[in-house]
């Protein structure tokens, strides 16, 4: 089965570290997806793109996260500077418009100490 | 963006079939609703979605009300495997394909 890849499985920072999470989606998916797991806060979608063009980002913290597609293979989500409550498991997804069934990664657990 | 409720937690028998409710009562007509789960230590994973219809696959059927105020994830015969948190949520967004998750049914499998 095709598999949506995210690295690093596990990361584990100093506060104030720029933190980079790297995510290939499955190949042919045109909507990418990221959102970010906490007990406190559920399930949260951070940001999303079609096509490479971010088209909702209104999840994510504007002044220390950042989410790109430098091409079709390859979604990244970066923190900087990195915070403890940004400790976490951060998912990306794809998918293809039109079609509902989204394929989710296994997820990078975040720890900022 | 349309709200669901769903109860935190379910309990059912092993062999069992498994009825999983949702409300979605501020849906709007072209939104479309999923289900997904998400098992231990794992991202969630695709279950089942409609429209309006009731829809079935090889996981589960969905039984949509004819309002679509409300919908149901029907387990036919329940595994243990199929202990998860069971997510329902609406889909909205230029192409609906926003997907914004509530807090879930955690379903346990009773053997």
């Known amino acids: 089965d095709a598999r949506v890849t995210q690295t690093p499985r596990h990361k584990v920072t100093e506060m104030g570290q720029e933190v980079t999470m790297r995510c290939q989606p499955i190949?042919?998916?045109?909507?990418v997806f990221w959102y970010r797991q906490t007990m406190m806060q559920g399930l949260e979608l951070l940001a999303y793109?079609?096509?490479?063009?971010?088209?909702?980002d209104s999840g994510m913290p504007k002044d220390r996260f950042s989410a790109e597609m430098p091409d079709a293979t390859l979604a990244t989500l970066k923190i900087q500077p990195s915070e403890p409550r940004d400790s976490a498991v951060y998912f990306c997804a794809s998918g293809i418009l039109g079609y509902y069934g989204y394929t989710f990664g296994s997820g990078t657990r975040l720890t900022v100490v | 963006d349309a709200k669901t409720t769903q109860p935190n937690s379910m309990e059912s028998n092993e062999e069992e079939p498994v009825h999983l409710p949702c409300n979605h009562s501020t849906i709007s007509g072209t939104d479309y609703i999923h289900w997904y789960r998400q098992l231990p230590s794992q991202g969630p994973e695709y279950v089942i979605h409609g429209l309006t219809s009731n829809v079935n696959n090889r996981m589960a059927s969905l039984a949509i009300a004819e309002d679509r105020k409300s919908s149901t994830l029907i387990l036919h015969r329940a595994t243990l495997r199929d202990a998860a948190v069971y997510y329902c949520?609406?889909?909205?967004?230029?192409?609906?394909?926003?997907?914004?998750f509530g807090t879930g049914t955690r379903l346990t499998i009773i053997p």
């Open positions: 190949l042919g998916h045109n909507t």
């Open positions: 793109f079609r096509n490479r063009a971010p088209l909702d």
């Open positions: 949520t609406v889909s909205v967004g230029v192409g609906n394909e926003k997907l914004t």
